[in-house]
């Protein structure tokens, strides 16, 4: 494409393929995982025939480059899916988001070719991932992490806990963050992909959640944990650069989640702003309830102006990291808002769980917590915008 085309493109219009491939996304996600979405929640459980089936179609391996198995897509594509997913479950959207954004997406990124040939194909047939960082006493400060990881002969004993680990239950490979020297501060941290069959390693308590429920969010153990030193992923010291890299790009992700669920709950309010009639009109007969919809619709595509313009700039090798920032914040804002509206929008229906927003509005809260809170998103803008 030259600069020519390139103007002249505007960001939301999809290419042919990408057209496809949204409703490919969108049709599954309708029929396969709308009927599961109030069981997932209800019993915290995400449905594991699902999980084979998002295998099946690609979307655990969206990233993965074809010569591995995978579908070979870029970027936007993952973040099209996570989109189209989080409109009818976010629960569902994060795992397919862990996987992609970071899991895979550290492992294109600086795994060996060995590693690769390992790891890859597994990822993108039937292997879940997760993303280990956050520890009970480092959130917000990542790289306070106590998690120790000692060399002896060919291997690394690891020890420490993990917390807050997004698709833990279902994970069979995690990139894990260790330091091996705390002395050195972020210079010591290291990752490595940890098996779920390593000796040592084991899950710990799964946490039950205000919303995203059907995602599991569990502690990771480590004691005397043995990792083969082959295991290390980019360079011992580097961790610290693979996870701002990745959480960076995963941010975008995050958005996209939001901007899913802000989707999603919109279209039930405007339906039910159509259906409901009282003093003898439809709800959206009354201009208030036009004007909150409208006002919702503009934000909704303000959002995702944001979360399309930072997909694309990582796809086209630009610098993104204030887009990833301010589309993961401002996609939290409106998924927040928009969300809470539309269980005013129900009234008493929106705020039990016969109808789906009452979920929605539970699973918003999230956004503003997971890969780097709000606070955190705005000191990454003002760092660069002043
Ligand atoms: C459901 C769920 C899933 C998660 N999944 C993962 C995962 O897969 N992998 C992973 O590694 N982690 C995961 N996390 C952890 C998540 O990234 C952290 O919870 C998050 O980074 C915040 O850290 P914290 O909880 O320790 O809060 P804290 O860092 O203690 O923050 C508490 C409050 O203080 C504010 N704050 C902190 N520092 C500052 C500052 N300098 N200035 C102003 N305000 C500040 C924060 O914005 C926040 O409002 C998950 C968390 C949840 C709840």
Same mark, same amino acid.
């Given at each position: 494409?030259?600069?020519?085309?390139?103007?002249?493109?505007?960001?939301?219009?999809?290419?042919?393929?990408?057209?496809?491939? =949204?409703?490919?996304?969108?049709?599954?996600?309708?029929?396969?995982?709308?009927?599961?979405?109030?069981?997932?929640?209800? *019993?915290?459980?995400?449905?594991?025939?699902?999980?084979? =089936?998002?295998?099946? !179609?690609?979307?655990?391996?969206?990233? $993965?480059?074809?010569?591995?198995?995978?579908?070979? %897509?870029?970027?936007?594509?993952?973040?099209? *899916?996570i989109?189209?997913?989080s409109?009818?479950?976010p629960a569902v959207g994060v795992l397919v988001d862990v996987?992609? &954004?970071?899991?895979?997406?550290? !492992?294109?990124?600086?795994?060996?070719?060995?590693?690769?040939?390992?790891?890859?194909?597994?990822?993108?047939?039937?292997?879940?991932?997760?993303?280990?960082?956050?520890?009970?006493? @480092?959130?917000?400060?990542?790289?306070?992490?106590?998690?120790?990881?000692?060399?002896?002969?060919?291997?690394?004993?690891?020890?420490?806990?993990?917390?807050?680990?997004t698709n *833990?239950?279902?994970?069979?490979?995690?990139?894990?963050?260790?330091?091996?020297?705390?002395?050195?501060?972020?210079?010591?941290?290291?990752?490595?992909?940890?098996?779920?069959?390593? /000796? %040592?390693?084991?899950?710990?308590?799964?946490?039950?959640?205000?919303?995203i429920?059907?995602s599991? &969010?569990?502690?990771?153990?480590?004691?005397?944990? $043995?990792?083969?030193?082959?295991?290390?992923?980019?360079?011992?010291?580097?961790?610290?650069?693979?996870?701002?890299?990745?959480?960076?790009?995963?941010?975008?992700?995050i958005? /996209?989640q939001?901007?899913? !669920?802000?989707? %999603?709950?919109?279209?039930?309010?405007?339906?039910?702003?159509?259906?409901?009639?009282?003093?003898?009109?439809? #709800?959206?007969?009354?201009?208030?309830?036009?004007?909150?919809?409208?006002?919702?619709?503009?934000?909704?595509?303000?959002?995702?102006?944001?979360?399309?313009?930072?997909?694309?700039?990582?796809?086209?090798?630009?610098?993104?990291?204030?887009?990833?920032?301010?589309?993961?914040?401002?996609?939290?804002?409106?998924?927040?808002?928009?969300?809470?509206? @539309?269980?005013?929008?129900?009234?008493?229906?929106?705020?039990?769980?016969?109808?789906?927003?009452?979920?929605?509005?539970?699973?918003?809260?999230i956004?503003?917590?997971y890969?780097?809170?709000?606070?955190?998103? #705005?000191?990454?803008?003002?760092?660069?915008?002043?």
């Amino acid at each position: 494409m030259d600069d020519q085309q390139r103007r002249t493109i505007p960001l939301t219009q999809l290419t042919e393929d990408e057209r496809m491939f =949204q409703a490919t996304v969108r049709r599954f996600a309708a029929e396969q995982i709308l009927p599961l979405v109030r069981g997932m929640d209800e *019993a915290q459980q995400m449905d594991a025939g699902l999980v084979r =089936q998002l295998f099946e !179609l690609g979307l655990m391996g969206i990233a $993965v480059p074809e010569e591995y198995g995978g579908a070979g %897509g870029n970027f936007f594509e993952a973040i099209l *899916a996570i989109e189209e997913i989080s409109a009818v479950d976010p629960a569902v959207g994060v795992l397919v988001d862990v996987q992609n &954004t970071l899991c895979v997406n550290a !492992l294109v990124q600086w795994a060996t070719e060995e590693q690769k040939q390992r790891w890859m194909p597994q990822l993108a047939a039937d292997t879940v991932g997760a993303y280990a960082l956050s520890e009970a006493a @480092s959130g917000s400060d990542a790289f306070a992490l106590q998690t120790r990881a000692v060399r002896r002969g060919d291997d690394y004993v690891l020890n420490g806990q993990k917390l807050w680990i997004t698709n *833990a239950k279902e994970a069979r490979l995690f990139v894990v963050f260790a330091t091996v020297d705390p002395s050195a501060g972020y210079k010591g941290i290291t990752a490595f992909v940890v098996e779920k069959e390593a /000796a %040592g390693f084991s899950l710990g308590k799964k946490e039950d959640k205000l919303g995203i429920r059907a995602s599991s &969010t569990c502690e990771l153990v480590f004691r005397d944990c $043995v990792v083969p030193a082959s295991q290390v992923l980019g360079e011992v010291g580097k961790g610290y650069k693979i996870a701002i890299e990745t959480l960076n790009e995963g941010r975008i992700g995050i958005g /996209a989640q939001m901007l899913g !669920l802000a989707a %999603g709950a919109w279209g039930h309010a405007a339906r039910w702003a159509k259906e409901r009639r009282q003093f003898g009109k439809a #709800l959206v007969e009354f201009q208030a309830m036009q004007f909150q919809l409208a006002e919702m619709a503009t934000e909704i595509e303000a959002a995702r102006l944001l979360v399309y313009n930072a997909a694309r700039l990582k796809d086209t090798g630009g610098d993104f990291l204030k887009e990833a920032a301010m589309c993961k914040y401002f996609a939290s804002q409106v998924a927040e808002r928009v969300a809470s509206l @539309s269980v005013e929008v129900f009234g008493g229906a929106g705020f039990v769980k016969d109808y789906p927003v009452e979920k929605l509005y539970r699973d918003a809260k999230i956004c503003t917590i997971y890969e780097g809170t709000s606070f955190m998103q #705005l000191a990454t803008i003002a760092k660069l915008v002043l």
